[in-house]
């Protein structure tokens, strides 16, 4: 049986209109290096969402699997004092996921967003599906718009 948290997020790209599927992979895409072997992509193609807190709220960074996120470079983008990696507790509060499946979309609340700008050398990029085991195919331009994101480079 499916995961709810899969079921929402392929209903949310429904509605958006997004082309992508969202499929099974049998093996863990826990993490971006993982997520490519499955795929048998580049790790850069892998789109990861992470969270951060900004001065204490909850900001979703979809980060090329090939980049570092540069915490400094995002506090200038954000116009905040503090960021911090958000713990797993944060993760779940701010995007009903578990790390390791959190996906772009389907959050209980519209969460402010910032896309990688390095994913746009990609004509393709996967996403995670709302579970570890699940992803799905998008571009950076289809992110952009189904997130509501900003563009900026992230780090390196």
Do not use: C, N
Not at 103 to 110: M, R, Y
């Amino acid at each position: 049986m499916e995961q709810q948290s899969v079921i929402r997020v392929r209903e949310r790209l429904a509605l958006l209109g997004a082309r992508g599927e969202v499929r099974r992979l049998d093996d863990s895409a826990r993490t971006a290096k993982e997520a490519a072997d499955a795929l048998g992509i580049e790790v850069g193609q892998i789109a990861s969402s992470l969270i951060f807190l900004a001065d204490g709220e909850p900001v979703l960074v979809i980060a090329s699997g090939g980049h570092r996120v540069d915490t400094q470079m995002l506090a200038a983008i954000l116009d905040v004092a503090v960021i911090g990696k958000a713990s797993a507790d944060d993760v779940r509060a701010a995007t009903s996921f578990a790390i390791g499946g959190v996906a772009p979309v389907g959050h209980p609340e519209p969460l402010r967003t910032i896309v990688d700008i390095a994913l746009s050398r990609f004509d393709e990029v996967w996403a995670a599906g709302g579970h570890p085991h699940y992803v799905f195919p998008t571009s950076y331009e289809e992110l952009l718009r189904i997130t509501g994101g900003e563009a900026a480079e992230v780090g390196a």
